[in-house]
C-alpha cells in the first residue's frame, strides 16, 4: 500500500551480516558453441515451455505482474490490496519457494513520425518526438523456484488466485522460432541486464539462445561491464538495514528517477520450525532480568506468535538496486540521485564494490549465498511491491496508427493519448475536462486537437467563450471565426 509505512521490528534488528568470500572475476566471452559453458546454472527449457531448469536441478518459473493503477485508488481500497498481497506472500513461505521479484526500468523509443500541416504544429511535433525517443517502460516479474514442480505449480495456483487483481501470467517460450520468445528475453536480463523482445528461442538449451555479452566485472570499482551489443555500465546498491518504518512508496520514488533501473528481492522461506527455535532462543535472551531488553523481547514474542498461529512468513532477503548507464558520468549521477531517496527514507546502503559479482548473479535462481541478507516478515515484503502500474494508453485508434499525444505518467511511464476507447471504426471518443478559471483546459485542448492535426482528413472545431482559445488556434495555423463575423439570421 502507497500509503502506509511497514514496520521491520526486531526482524531487521536481529538480522546480522554475512560474510562472503570475495566476488569472483568473472569474464563470459563468445566460447564456440556454448558461451555460457560451465559459467552459470542456467541449462535449459523443460518441455512445458515455461519451466526453465538449473544443472544443480532446481526448476523455476517466470511470471509477469502487469499491476495495479494507485491513483484513484482510496486508503481502504489500498489497504484490502495489501493484505491480498501478504496473503500472497504467507502462502509461497508456506511451500518453501524461493521468490524472486523484480521491477525493471528501461528506455525505449517510442517516439513517432508525423506529418504537421503548420510550422508551429511541426515544432511541437519535433520535440515531442525527441522527448519520447527516450521514454521509460516498467516491467514487473515473480519468480518463483524450487526442488519440485509439484509445489512450484501449487505456488502458482495459489498466486493466480490470490494476485488475480494483479494479472499474473506466466511467461512462456514463443512456440514460433523466427519469433521474440518472452522467455527467452528475461533469461537474458538476468545474465545481462538487457531485458531484449526479440530474441528467439532456437534450441531447448539456453545457452544455444542467449547472444553471446562479454562481462567484466572490476573488483575494485564494482562497475559492471556488458556488451550487449552496445556497451553497458552497471552498479549495485544493496539495502544492509532498514529502518524501523519505511515507506511504501520507495519502490515508486525510485522508478520516479530519469535512468535505466533494475530493483529486485530475493527472499528464501525459512521453515517454520526453523524460526520458532531461533526466535524463542532470543526472546529468552532479551527477557534476561538484568542483561535483557523487553521491548525486544515482546517484539520477538509477537512474531513468534504470529508463525506460530500461521498467520505470517518469515523469509532471509536482499534488496538491491541495480542502476545502468552508458557513461560513467550518467551513472555516477543516477547513483547520487538514488543514493538520495535512500538517504530521504533513513535506508542504509552500501555501493557495492568487491561483492558486486555476487550480488549480480544472486539475481538468477540457484544463486542462495546472499551478501547482506535481512529477514522480513511476508508483510513487510507486501508492503514494499505494491506492483503499481500506470495506464499506458493506446498506440492505435480509427484516425491512424499512432497516438495524438504522450504524456508523462507520475510513475515515470509514458502515455499514449486517444481520444477512442478502442481502435475499431466508429469506437466511442467522447471526453470532459473539469478544471478551475485559467487551469488551463483551452490549452489542453488545443494541444491535443493540434495533435490531431497529423492524421489525414480529420477535422476539429472549437466553440470558444471570449476568444480564450483564438491566439493558439492562430499560432497553430488554424482559422478562427469570431462571433461579430458571423452572419447568422
Known sequence: MWGTVIATGAAALAAGALAVPTGRRLVLGSVQYDWLANELELDRIEADGATV???????????????????????????????????????????????????VKRRRDLSFDAAWPSPTLAEIGEAEKRRYASSFVIDWFLVLSGRELRKILEGEARIAAILSDYQPRLVKRESDPAQGCPLTGFLNHLVSGDLRRDLPAASDAISANLPASDIVLERASGLIRTMVPAPA????????????????????????LAGDIEIAQICKPISAATVLATIGRKEREYSAKWLGNPILAEEFQAVRLLIMEGKAAL??????????????????????????????????????????????????????????????L??????????????????????????????????????????????????????????????????????????????????????????????????????????EELALN
Do not use: C
Request: net charge positive; glycine share 12%; hydrophobic share 45%.
Open 53 to 103: 531448469r538449473l544443472k544443480s536441478g532446481e526448476l523455476f518459473r517466470v511470471h509477469r505482474i502487469a499491476g495495479v493503477s494507485y491513483d484513484a485508488k482510496v486508503d481502504q481500497a489500498q489497504l484490502n490490496l495489501l493484505k491480498v498481497r501478504e496473503a500472497a506472500f504467507l502462502a509461497l513461505g508456506e511451500l518453501g519457494l524461493g521468490v524472486r521479484l523484480f521491477g
Open 233 to 256: 555500465l552497471h552498479r549495485v546498491i544493496a539495502i544492509r538495514l532498514w529502518p524501523e518504518a519505511v515507506g511504501g512508496t520507495l519502490i515508486g520514488d525510485l522508478f520516479g
Open 315 to 376: 523469509f532471509t532477503t536482499q534488496f538491491q538496486v541495480t542502476l545502468r548507464a552508458d557513461s560513467t558520468d550518467a551513472l555516477d549521477e543516477l547513483t547520487r540521485e538514488v543514493g538520495e531517496v535512500l538517504g530521504r527514507a533513513r535506508v542504509a546502503y552500501s555501493v557495492e564494490t568487491a561483492g558486486a559479482a555476487l550480488a549480480w548473479f544472486n539475481r538468477m535462481p540457484g544463486r542462495d549465498q546472499l551478501l547482506r541478507p535481512l529477514k522480513l
Open 378 to 483: 511476508d508483510g513487510n515484503i507486501a508492503a514494499l511491491w505494491a506492483w503499481q502500474s500506470s495506464a499506458a494508453g493506446m498506440q492505435k485508434s480509427p484516425f491512424g496508427d499512432r497516438p495524438v499525444r504522450m504524456f508523462s505518467t507520475p510513475a515515470g511511464q509514458s502515455y499514449a493519448f486517444q481520444f477512442h476507447v478502442a481502435d475499431k471504426p466508429q469506437s466511442r471518443g467522447n471526453f470532459l475536462v473539469f478544471a478551475p478559471t485559467g487551469g488551463g483546459k483551452s490549452t489542453l485542448m488545443m494541444h491535443l486537437l493540434g495533435g490531431l492535426a497529423q492524421f489525414q482528413g480529420v477535422r476539429s472545431y472549437i466553440f470558444d467563450s471570449k476568444e480564450g482559445a483564438r491566439f493558439m488556434v492562430e499560432a497553430m495555423g488554424g482559422r478562427y471565426q469570431g462571433y
